[in-house]
């Protein structure tokens, strides 16, 4: 299967404090970086899109190209079944298949290394799965 998403557009509720997204509609990525091939991302998940500090919204929009990515990205880092590394690889796995700019690429994989553990830990508190 090719790697990318198999649908063009998905469909969320905003939350009251316009932060929190819940998913009305599946999302479906096809990855190379890990087996199984295939991730769902399921209705009803909660998102924030993408984690972009606000000063920096204007050049890594949160919603922009890359909104796929960053739901599937919140999603794994949610459910814990991958090592950390894995999860950020199909990030920027997902944000080259949605055709993201190289530098903006780059510069969420640098944000990713440098805050990505507070979320990671945060995701793994209560989980028994400690990848």
């Known amino acids: 299967m090719k790697v990318g ?3 063009k557009k998905v469909s969320f509720a905003v939350g009251q ?3 929190i997204r819940t998913m009305e509609s599946e999302l479906t990525y096809y990855t190379e970086v890990v087996k ?3 991730i769902l991302v399921p ?3 909660k998102t924030d899109l993408g984690s972009i500090p606000q000063i920096l919204q204007g050049m890594i929009p949160k919603d922009g190209k890359a909104l796929f990515g960053y739901i599937l990205h919140d999603y ?3 459910i814990g079944l991958f ?3 894995e999860c950020d690889d199909m990030l920027r796995e997902a944000m080259k298949a ?3 700019v190289w530098w903006r690429v780059q510069s969420v994989r640098g944000g990713l290394a440098v805050g990505g553990w507070y979320a990671w830990n945060k ?3 209560g989980l028994k799965c400690t990848k």
């Open 123 to 125: 995701h793994r508190e």
């Open 5 to 7: 998403f198999r649908e």
């Open 36 to 38: 199984p091939q295939m």
């Open 98 to 100: 949605l055709d993201v």
């Open 76 to 78: 794994l880092y949610k």
């Open 43 to 45: 209705i009803g998940f």
């Open 17 to 19: 404090d316009g932060n």
């Open 83 to 85: 090592t950390r590394d």
